[in-house]
């Protein structure tokens, strides 16, 4: 049946290969960036994850009265595991002698994280696409940045397998992130039955975002 074949996660996980294959094609000669240029944009994607428990708490309460109510039990279940990782984050990247207070306002970040602000409290249906487009994006996040991270780590002459930073990516592509995508995807599919547009809406958004601070962030390689 026609209906049952197409999948809304499908076109919505294709945009954001799209999105994500550009920036990792951008990303490939690493050992051609400064250290410097390395660990700015690791300090950058800490400032997401500090910010993201505070998302996903607001996305939980957004969708609380929606008419599905496994979208707030679920990022609430996000929301948990999340909370302690910005201080894991923090310390496994002082630990290899990177100083996360130390920085200068990046403004597209700051911008970037309002729009995901508003992202994650708008209307539920929005907030749910959206959510589950940020949760799609982080896997190729934690892969690009285990990369960058060992990188930084071999100019440091440390043991990347020694370090608490590998430790924290292989977390997250170990299960943790592909987890929060699968919970959210049979949700979003449920959701689309009804209010496909919305849902389609929020998930556009957050890669336009995702995809404007990207460019932002390559933008400032020398
Ligand atoms: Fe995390
Ligand atoms: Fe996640």
């Known amino acids: ?132 487009a940020t949760e799609t994006a982080a896997i190729f996040e934690h892969q690009v940045f285990w990369e960058i991270s060992r990188e930084v780590v071999a100019r440091r002459v440390l043991r990347w397998e020694d370090t608490a930073l590998k430790a924290f990516h292989d977390l997250h592509l170990d299960g943790v992130e592909q987890s929060h995508k699968d919970g959210l995807s049979e949700l979003v599919e449920r959701a689309a039955a009804r209010r496909r547009g919305e849902v389609a809406q929020g998930a556009i958004e957050a890669v336009e975002a995702m995809e404007r601070w990207w460019n932002q962030l390559l933008g400032r390689l020398r």
């Not at 799209?18 to 994607?45: N, P, T």
């Not at 997401?48 to 609380?64: C, D, I, V």
């Not at 929301?79 to 100083?99: K, Q, V």
């Open 1 to 132: 049946m026609l209906a049952r074949a197409y999948r809304v996660t499908d076109r919505l996980d294709a945009m954001n290969r799209q999105f994500s294959d550009e920036k990792r094609r951008r990303l490939r000669r690493l050992d051609q960036m400064s250290e410097r240029y390395l660990e700015w944009l690791m300090v950058e994607h800490y400032q997401f994850s500090k910010r993201n428990p505070a998302f996903l708490a607001a996305a939980a309460e957004a969708t609380r009265g929606f008419e599905d109510p496994a979208v707030a039990i679920e990022l609430d279940r996000n929301f948990n595991e999340e909370r302690t990782h910005a201080a894991m984050y923090r310390e496994a990247l002082r630990a290899i002698g990177t100083d996360v207070m130390r920085r200068v306002e990046f403004p597209p970040t700051t911008e970037f994280l309002n729009q995901v602000a508003q992202l994650s409290s708008g209307p539920p249906a929005r907030t749910l696409g959206a959510m589950y």
